[in-house]
């Protein structure tokens, strides 16, 4: 959100699509709700006040499924377990979210029902007949063009042919505003090659869609007609207007949704008079052996299985590092092990070791004084790189770039060689390479915020800001506390 008397960012909202809960969190869902995180603890850090909302859709037959399969005595009380275990899962992989919606909570229901009243009011709103191709994975209808030898492309299984008398929204009526806004506002949807994609579907004309569903046993009543519930999707997109003080925000969605988020939300947000979404940012699918993780092809891999055999933030870098956002990347615990041995242990982990022991060696482990600022110049220049990359969600460029300022800090060290060192000259020498570090550190912290901290800690820095990127704040005589190495090398299993 801009402040027009200041021209600057007054508020940054981000949100990740609401997850059904027919399973626990995937790697794939991790992903999502990792980037979200990554920019919401990048903006609070440069202070920027910050909304982090995710949460649950619970009111889908998907839902229903799943507390039947697994014997539960209601679905609401299958919901709330599934909730709870949402919860934990994300507060164990240190996700910083600052909302959790849940689509069964009344004030949620409250918001459905006024958002539907104001579509209705503007006339948006019609019963009719609908006969279609609906995929129970996707819980959305398909058109003969989106199928891939009559299966969905997503779940790999035929739609069934359903007919049934719904209420539908005029999705049609939007069609020409909507291409009007993605021509007016060119990162409107992000990245380019997903713009192109809704661009090309708005000119192939929108159909009305199906708002509701009848005789279903779970869901939002429908305001006009008892019979019917709302369906889920249009429900499930009202959630993103649960913070009204931070809307509009950037809603981050993966490809695959990419569809519903770029025509039918827009389209009823114009409807009923809200503001359309700061950006709609679509990332790539993760992959297993080619295929999209997902739990229901079975091949879902579960996060918090593989933090605690390789730690956090060595997944969080690898899931931001190895793949360009936007693509589709393939998880691979080999690539994950070799770039924790490669760029973590051998390169930051090493740098924060050998300048630690230096200090503690040379000068009783206490900050020395300088008089030179030998890597000042190439850590502001990294951090300007590392920004502008963070603000074009290129988060594998930003960490390459704070790996090169890691590669010039040991580089600086070959060349100097502090072990002949003595005095004054050493001390320039390590007190470079603790400013140094400590720009790696404060970078670091929107990425790995665990290992950031460990770092600053050692540095005797317990608070810190984005005020903090200036060079020189050191102080002569802060005692290090240096800790133990902070990545072991990982056998290949």
């Known amino acids: 959100m801009f402040d027009a008397k200041s021209g600057q960012v007054s508020t940054f909202y981000i949100t990740t699509p609401i997850y059904y809960i027919n399973d626990l969190p995937h790697i794939g869902s991790y992903y999502t709700t990792l980037v979200a995180d990554v920019l919401a603890r990048w903006n609070r850090l440069k202070g920027i006040k910050t909304f982090f909302l995710t949460g649950l859709d619970e009111n889908s037959i998907k839902t229903v499924k799943a507390a039947k399969e697994k014997k539960y005595p209601n679905i609401q009380k299958y919901a709330d377990e599934m909730a709870k275990q949402w919860l934990d899962t994300w507060k164990r992989l240190n996700v910083s979210f600052d909302g959790f919606v849940r689509t069964t909570d009344e004030k949620h229901k409250k918001n459905v029902i006024n958002f539907f009243a104001k579509v209705y009011e503007k006339g948006d709103i019609y019963k009719g007949k609908y006969s279609g191709l609906y995929c129970e994975g996707c819980e959305t209808f398909l058109t003969e063009s989106e199928l891939e030898k009559g299966l969905c492309p997503i779940h790999k299984k035929k739609p069934k042919e359903i007919i049934e008398e719904n209420y539908f929204f005029k999705l049609s009526k939007y069609q020409k505003a909507l291409l009007e806004h993605i021509e007016k506002n060119p990162d409107f949807i992000y990245p380019e090659t997903r713009k192109n994609e809704v661009v090309s579907l708005l000119k192939q004309g929108l159909r009305d869609v199906s708002i509701s569903r009848p005789d279903l046993e779970w869901g939002i009543e429908f305001p006009i007609d008892k019979k019917h519930k709302f369906w889920v999707w249009f429900d499930a997109l009202i959630n993103y207007l649960s913070q009204e003080d931070y809307w509009p925000g950037i809603n981050l969605i993966g490809k695959d949704i990419l569809r519903i988020h770029a025509t039918i939300w827009p389209a009823m947000l114009l409807s009923a008079g809200y503001p ?3 950006q709609i940012v ?4 993760l992959t297993v052996n080619g295929r999209k993780i997902s739990k229901s092809l079975g091949n879902a891999i579960d996060p918090i299985k593989i933090s605690e055999k390789y730690g956090l933030d060595s997944l969080r870098y690898f899931l931001l590092r190895e793949t360009p956002f936007g693509e589709d990347g393939d998880f691979s615990e080999k690539a994950l092990i070799n770039r924790t041995n490669g760029e973590l242990a051998d390169q930051l982990g090493n740098l924060i070791n050998r300048v630690l022991v230096l200090v503690e060696k040379n000068f009783n482990g206490e900050i020395p004084f300088h008089e030179n600022n030998d890597l000042e110049g190439a850590s502001v220049a990294i951090l300007r790189e590392m920004e502008e990359d963070i603000e074009k969600f290129k988060f594998n460029e930003a960490l390459n770039h704070i790996l090169f300022l890691v590669a010039e800090a040991n580089k600086y060290i070959d060349e100097k060689k502090p072990w002949t060192l003595k005095d004054e000259d050493l001390a ?3 007190y470079n390479l603790l400013e140094c570090i ?22 005797g820095i317990d608070k810190f800001s984005y ?7 050191l102080k002569m005589g802060t005692k290090i506390k240096r800790e133990e190495i902070l990545f072991k090398k990982v056998e290949h299993g």
Request: positive net charge; aromatic residues 12%.
């Open 428 to 430: 320039d020498v390590l």
């Open 276 to 278: 359309l979404p700061k």
């Open 438 to 459: 400590r720009f790696i550190a404060l970078m670091l912290n929107p990425f790995m915020p665990g290992t950031s901290e460990k770092i600053l800690r050692q540095l």
């Open 467 to 473: 005020k903090d990127f200036r060079w020189g704040l």
């Open 282 to 285: 679509a990332h790539g699918f």
